[in-house]
């Protein structure tokens, strides 16, 4: 499998794979916004003293005082952090840790799949952002020497990153400014809707996120299925689960009429499909309709989904967006 070629893209369908989109995990993102006002401030009240917030795996982390110094361990939980007004407090980042531009200046601990977890203890920060896959001894090292860390699944859909921009928003207690930012992706969300409505027939679109020789794809239970159903196109292979490798002969036969591939580590991922052999009888390449996306954009479960999905929607359907 190749997907560990590609930058931030790796990590997470490294993730999803392992945990199946998270769904075997005890406590599920549906579960937030539900238990948000039964697990915080349990001890007192947030002005004067400790308050408790229930993480994604069910750990109950108790802050003293809200945290001022940041850990974040996944570039999306950046994102979400810099929108939530504390881009300045975080003091540790992932090397993929590219939106906005200032996060580039953030010291680098992680490369999302390992952690400097000596260089993090020596950093003492009030709180650390974590996710679930993979940094489960790192997590265990961290907690050891006493450090806060508050473990955020990797959202496998649209109300997910509700859930993640409110859980941490309640940490940093700026719950008002979770609602806004909320709001506002709500808001940008409806607004393609409302221009995808017009649509008679969904177009047919494949989604390739690695590419030949071993092809691979997305289905249903993974966040960009979620994307693409918001954006009103028909995902090719919503029939299968999570992420798979496809076969060519298979492909060919479904016959998408664009194709979307966010690879960003070949030197021409466009003409590298619209040069494969036996694929000149597929719709999309006879109409050239293959297009490269940003993959931070369409491969990150943060503030950003608004966009990520004007951006498919426009893509597809340039005409009712000019």
Same mark, same amino acid.
């Given at each position: 499998?190749?997907l560990?070629?590609?930058?931030?893209?790796?990590?997470?369908?490294v993730?999803?794979?392992?945990?199946?989109?998270g769904?075997?995990e005890?406590?599920?993102?549906?579960?937030?916004?539900?238990t948000?006002?039964?697990?915080?401030?349990?001890?007192?009240?947030?002005?004067?003293?400790?308050?408790?917030?229930?993480?994604?795996?069910?750990?109950e982390?108790?802050?003293?005082?809200?945290?001022?110094?940041?850990?974040?361990?996944?570039?999306?939980?950046?994102?979400?952090?810099?929108?939530?007004?504390?881009?300045?407090?975080?003091?540790?980042?992932?090397?993929?840790?590219?939106?906005?531009?200032?996060?580039?200046?953030?010291e680098r601990?992680?490369?999302?799949?390992?952690?400097?977890?000596?260089?993090?203890?020596?950093m003492?920060?009030?709180?650390?952002f974590?996710?679930?896959?993979?940094?489960?001894?790192?997590?265990?090292?961290?907690?050891?020497?006493?450090?806060?860390v508050?473990?955020?699944?990797?959202?496998?859909?649209?109300?997910?990153?509700?859930?993640?921009?409110?859980?941490?928003?309640e940490?940093?207690?700026v719950?008002?400014?979770?609602?806004?930012?909320v709001?506002?992706?709500?808001?940008?969300?409806?607004?393609?809707?409302?221009?995808?409505?017009?649509?008679?027939?969904?177009?047919?679109?494949?989604?390739?996120?690695?590419?030949?020789?071993?092809?691979w794809s997305?289905? +249903?239970?993974?966040?960009q299925? @979620?994307?693409i159903e918001?954006? #009103?196109?028909? %995902? *090719?292979? !919503?029939? =299968?689960?999570?992420?798979?490798?496809?076969t060519?002969?298979?492909l060919?036969?479904?016959?998408?009429?664009?194709?979307?591939?966010?690879?960003?580590? +070949?030197?021409?991922?466009?003409? @590298?499909?619209?040069?494969?052999? #036996?694929?000149? %009888? *597929?719709? !999309?390449? =006879?109409?050239?309709?293959?297009?490269?996306?940003?993959?931070d954009?369409?491969?990150?479960?943060?503030?950003?989904?608004?966009?990520?999905?004007?951006?498919?929607?426009?893509?597809?359907?340039?005409?009712?967006?000019?």
């Amino acid at each position: 499998m190749k997907l560990v070629n590609k930058k931030w893209l790796a990590p997470l369908a490294v993730s999803l794979l392992l945990v199946g989109c998270g769904d075997s995990e005890d406590t599920t993102k549906s579960d937030k916004v539900e238990t948000k006002e039964t697990t915080k401030n349990t001890e007192t009240t947030e002005e004067t003293g400790p308050y408790t917030v229930m993480d994604d795996r069910g750990v109950e982390v108790t802050f003293e005082e809200v945290p001022e110094s940041i850990v974040s361990l996944q570039p999306s939980n950046t994102e979400i952090l810099f929108e939530l007004g504390a881009g300045e407090q975080i003091i540790g980042a992932t090397e993929y840790d590219t939106y906005p531009e200032e996060a580039l200046e953030i010291e680098r601990v992680s490369d999302s799949m390992t952690i400097d977890t000596e260089r993090v203890i020596e950093m003492q920060p009030d709180v650390v952002f974590a996710y679930t896959v993979g940094e489960e001894a790192h997590i265990e090292q961290l907690e050891s020497a006493g450090l806060k860390v508050f473990v955020i699944k990797t959202a496998a859909t649209i109300d997910d990153v509700y859930g993640d921009i409110e859980q941490m928003a309640e940490v940093l207690k700026v719950e008002e400014k979770a609602d806004e930012i909320v709001s506002g992706i709500e808001d940008q969300i409806a607004a393609v809707q409302e221009k995808t409505a017009s649509i008679d027939k969904k177009e047919k679109v494949y989604f390739e996120i690695a590419p030949a020789p071993e092809i691979w794809s997305v289905g +249903s239970g993974t966040f960009q299925q @979620e994307l693409i159903e918001a954006a #009103g196109v028909e %995902n *090719i292979y !919503a029939d =299968q689960q999570d992420w798979f490798e496809v076969t060519e002969e298979d492909l060919i036969t479904r016959n998408p009429e664009a194709i979307i591939t966010t690879v960003n580590y +070949s030197e021409d991922p466009k003409g @590298e499909i619209m040069a494969r052999e #036996g694929w000149s %009888n *597929i719709t !999309a390449i =006879q109409n050239e309709e293959v297009y490269e996306l940003n993959a931070d954009i369409m491969d990150r479960p943060g503030p950003r989904i608004g966009e990520a999905i004007e951006l498919i929607a426009s893509t597809i359907y340039p005409e009712i967006f000019n």
